[in-house]
């Protein structure tokens, strides 16, 4: 297991190494410099400026600096918001959306299993119906859209919660819901499918034989069984939610660092993109080593190469 | 077949449902709104009950930096104007004021300026503000080793040796500017600069208290704890990644009895739709409109349009397509498209018809004190049939049928829909022509425009300072915004007149200026399309807030809260 383990990290810094480098180059193609008001200067007073930060040098001298700080964990300082470093930049704005993303991952998760349970259980009943309904409707609809209805209704109509900005827990119900839409729709589906073919299964029929009561037949020989699939998506799902808060983050006036990406793409502020890029890849990578480890724990009948020693 | 008809019923039931949320949304939005104006007025009786002085405001983004020489963005020059001050501020009618000088002597030549200081302004730390503080901001700014952008620009052809020190050729120490003891500063001018006073009040010209900066080294105005404050307010709780901050009443500021408001608050917000409901809520007190939203607002009593003085207009690169370069061409595009309608149903947000290069309401004579505007009138105006005249003899001379032209302009919701009426209207009233759209990202215009990779290219510019050369002096041969291959030996003797021999005489520069710019129109330079205005939903109670033609939007300095 831990030799599985190392393995696995040594694979996810080469990982990161590839995405950090095609990245940098990628960037690098972005029109434009970092430069806020490059149409009032002379080409000279750029060239000193871009000196300044050493932009004049040639490119494979910019990433061989670039990745010499990377590897001593220096993400450099920001263009943009002049000589705060981006580490600093990244950690302010990483609370809220972490917050968002693990409050609807959680109970959109939840939710989504619920539903799909109760779907599977009452096979073809209004219940089922009323749970794919729901489920079409999460995948289909963009969150933006459900973020701006319930604006109107919850915020607007009813008064109950605040329209948008952030400062406390009232503040993060709306882009909670608006967000876990997804997770959940996602969730349900997987859970009824698998649900239905787990109990469909002759290991729960012999259970039944055997006399074990519906609810330990449901939570303990169905469920069981049945999540398995749906830790696979759940990667995706966080991953997918990171991406989302990027619009939610905007229409709620969320602080996030979803936000800061896309403003930093605009004022090509090269070592912000550069850190939410890496960020965010990371989190990408540490969440599906986390879930290649928990089908260990969750399945005993995939157990990881060396795990027996 | 039973099940499907289950299905079936649940599925119209949902939708309906869906439907009636969303048509009942809109009827009571308006009687909400109705409902919430009223309790709007509870709120703000609530808030204003003792004759609190206070605002809260919503920002379109965070404030990337508060260090005065290195602000470009819009909020950096705004939030340093509040908290600081330089020789002079922007008074009523954006006309120089007092600020930490208390007035100045030209020499003769007008090329040194001595201004005597104040002795009573201090730094929020206690320490006086004197003329030493402005030598070493002034000099960061131009060292090549600050890196600042607006540096080079507002200083450089300025003061004295400005270019040759940011070049790395000179010494900082040779910047024309000195200190004449603590309260007196003497500034070498590299030629008579008429409009140097209202240089003084950008913030690239603030003063920086030199212990304190250099003590702080690379945090230097990253957050509230790094910074001093020698203006009408301080900020607090700010650091580069907040979100939400206010501006205080600076006691300490030597104007302190005629400051009235004593907080702003801060919240970044940057969609339009929820500023719009937080105002109707009675949240804030200021929200912004964008043209989508303007219909439904225009009636709203609190909806006001301030103009901008950002003047939008088509460049013509004379170099890469022949038919560009045949003035009548150009004087039949410039003529050839109707802008009351695209500003009327287009932008539809009060901006207004641009006539000339010059916005309205700027730079008075220096004598009559009538607009630039007033003088020289309209000097391009849609007329289609005039363009169709000019046209045809342009296809004549050039011995073509039909021209194909490619018009470059950003890729934002507004500018797409702008270039495609363009096109339309282009093609309709010019036979033969045919325009094909290039949508760009900004930065990527601002390349190709560097390259003179374009055809025409939809363009913009604000004033940098209050002085028709600030617009005029882009397009002399080979300027550094010129890129579109406009040449012609008058105009730069004109602008090369008004900045040397006739920088002494107001009223002959001025002519010259308006000289040149009928030139411009002559040549076809350019072809102006709009002056851009800003609307927004204002709450009564904001009062005394005036907005500037340049730096920063608002000045707060004189605003307060009506009961």
Redesign the interface.
């Known amino acids: 297991m831990t030799r599985y383990i190392f393995q696995r990290v040594i694979y996810m810094l080469l990982t990161l190494f590839i995405i950090a480098s095609i990245s940098f180059f990628l960037m690098k193609f972005l029109p434009g410099t970092p430069l806020n008001v490059e149409n009032k200067l002379s080409p000279e007073q750029q060239e000193i400026i871009l000196e300044k930060y050493g932009l004049n040098d040639p490119l494979p001298v910019q990433y061989f600096n670039y990745m010499a700080g990377l590897v001593q964990g220096d993400l450099g300082i920001s263009f943009h918001f002049d000589s705060t470093p981006v580490s600093d930049i990244l950690l302010g704005r990483i609370g809220p959306s972490a917050l968002l993303g693990a409050q609807s991952l959680l109970v959109g998760t939840v939710l989504g299993i619920l539903l799909g349970l109760v779907a599977a259980i009452n096979h073809n009943g209004i219940m089922d119906y009323t749970s794919t309904l729901i489920s079409v409707l999460g995948k289909s609809i963009p969150s933006f859209v459900f973020a701006g209805l319930l604006q109107l209704v919850f915020a607007v109509q009813l008064g109950w919660l605040p329209v948008a900005l952030w400062g406390e827990f009232k503040h993060t119900i709306l882009p909670t819901i608006a967000l876990m839409i997804f997770p959940l729709a996602t969730a349900a589906r997987f859970t009824r499918t698998e649900m239905l073919e787990v109990l469909g299964s002759d290991f729960i029929t012999t259970a039944r034989a055997k006399g074990v009561n519906e609810f330990g037949i449901v939570f303990k020989h169905g469920l069981r069984n049945a999540l398995i699939p749906l830790i696979t998506v759940i990667g995706p799902m966080a991953v997918s939610l990171m991406t989302g808060t990027l619009v939610i983050e905007q229409i709620f006036g969320v602080p996030g660092i979803g936000e800061q990406f896309v403003t930093s793409v605009m004022v090509v502020d090269y070592p912000i993109i550069m850190g939410t890029t890496l960020l965010f890849a990371v989190l990408f990578v540490v969440i599906i080593l986390v879930i290649d480890l928990l089908y260990g724990i969750i399945d005993p009948r995939i157990r990881l190469a060396g795990g027996e020693k | 077949m039973r099940?499907s008809n289950?299905?079936l019923l649940?599925?119209a039931l949902?939708l309906s449902m869906f439907l009636v949320?969303c048509s009942g949304?809109e009827d009571?939005?308006d009687t909400?709104s109705d409902d919430t104006n009223t309790s709007d007025e509870g709120n703000s009786e609530e808030n204003a009950g003792d004759g609190e002085q206070v605002f809260n405001f919503l920002n379109g983004?965070?404030i990337?930096?508060m260090?005065p020489n290195?602000v470009?963005?819009t909020y950096g020059i705004e939030f340093t104007t509040h908290t600081m001050e330089g020789l002079y501020r922007l008074g009523e009618d954006s006309l120089p004021v007092e600020g930490i000088a208390i007035d100045h002597e030209v020499s003769d030549d007008a090329t040194v300026w001595t201004f005597n200081l104040r002795e009573d302004a201090e730094w929020s730390n206690g320490d006086p503000v004197t003329a030493h503080d402005f030598v070493y901001s002034w000099r960061r700014a131009v060292d090549?080793?600050t890196?600042?952008?607006?540096g080079?620009?507002m200083m450089?052809g300025v003061l004295e040796n400005a270019t040759e020190i940011?070049?790395?050729e000179m010494a900082i120490e040779e910047l024309g500017v000195e200190a004449d003891g603590d309260y007196t500063l003497v500034v070498t001018l590299e030629k008579p600069v008429p409009y140097f006073e209202s240089l003084t009040t950008f913030p690239t010209y603030f003063p920086l208290n030199e212990e304190f900066t250099e003590e702080q080294g690379?945090?230097?105005?990253?957050s509230t704890d790094t910074l001093l404050f020698n203006g009408p307010f301080t900020l607090e709780n700010w650091?580069?990644?907040?979100?939400?901050w206010e501006i205080v009443k600076n006691e300490n500021y030597w104007d302190a009895e005629t400051v009235q408001l004593d907080k702003i608050t801060y919240?970044?917000?940057?969609?339009i739709?929820?500023q719009i409901?937080?105002y109707?809520?009675g949240?804030v007190d200021r929200a912004g409109i964008s043209s989508d939203f303007v219909d439904e607002y225009s009636t709203h009593e609190d909806y006001q349009i301030t103009p901008e003085m950002s003047v939008f207009y088509m460049k013509f690169n004379q170099t890469r397509n022949e038919a560009l370069d045949n003035v009548n061409i150009r004087k039949a595009i410039s003529k050839g498209y109707n802008k009351n309608a695209l500003v009327d149903t287009i932008l539809n947000n009060g901006s207004i018809v641009a006539t000339g290069l010059m916005p309205a309401d700027f730079a008075p004579h220096p004598e009559t004190g009538e607009t630039f505007r007033e003088l020289n009138g309209d000097l391009v105006e849609f007329d289609a049939e005039e363009a169709q005249q000019l046209w045809e003899k342009g296809l004549e001379e050039l011995g073509e049928e039909s021209v194909e032209i490619e018009y470059l302009t950003d890729d934002s919701e507004t500018a797409k829909n702008q270039s495609e009426y363009i096109k339309n209207q282009l093609e309709t009233n010019l036979p033969g022509l045919t325009v094909t759209l290039k949508q760009?990202?900004?930065?990527?215009r601002?390349?190709l425009?560097?390259a003179m990779d374009y055809d025409i290219q939809a363009a913009g510019w604000g004033p940098?300072y209050l002085d028709p050369n600030t617009f005029l002096d882009l397009w002399v041969t080979d300027g550094?915004?010129n890129y579109m291959g406009y040449s012609n030996p008058e105009y730069d003797a004109l602008i090369e007149e008004a900045a040397n021999e006739l920088a002494l005489e107001p009223v002959e520069r001025y002519n010259a200026f308006l000289e040149a710019e009928q030139m411009l129109f002559e040549d076809a330079a350019i072809a102006p399309t709009y002056q851009r205005a800003r609307a927004q939903l204002i709450a009564p109670k904001v009062q005394g807030v005036q907005t500037n033609p340049f730096g920063s939007d608002y000045e707060y300095k004189w605003a307060y809260a009506a009961e």
């Open positions: 099940k289950w299905l649940v599925l949902v949320a949304g009571t939005d909400t983004d965070t990337p930096s260090d290195m470009t963005d090549p080793d890196g600042s952008e607006y080079p620009y450089g940011n070049a790395g690379d945090d230097f105005a990253t650091d580069s990644v907040a979100s939400e919240q970044v917000m940057k969609e739709q929820p409901d937080l109707e809520q949240e760009v990202p900004f930065e990527q601002l390349d425009d560097t940098d550094p915004n």
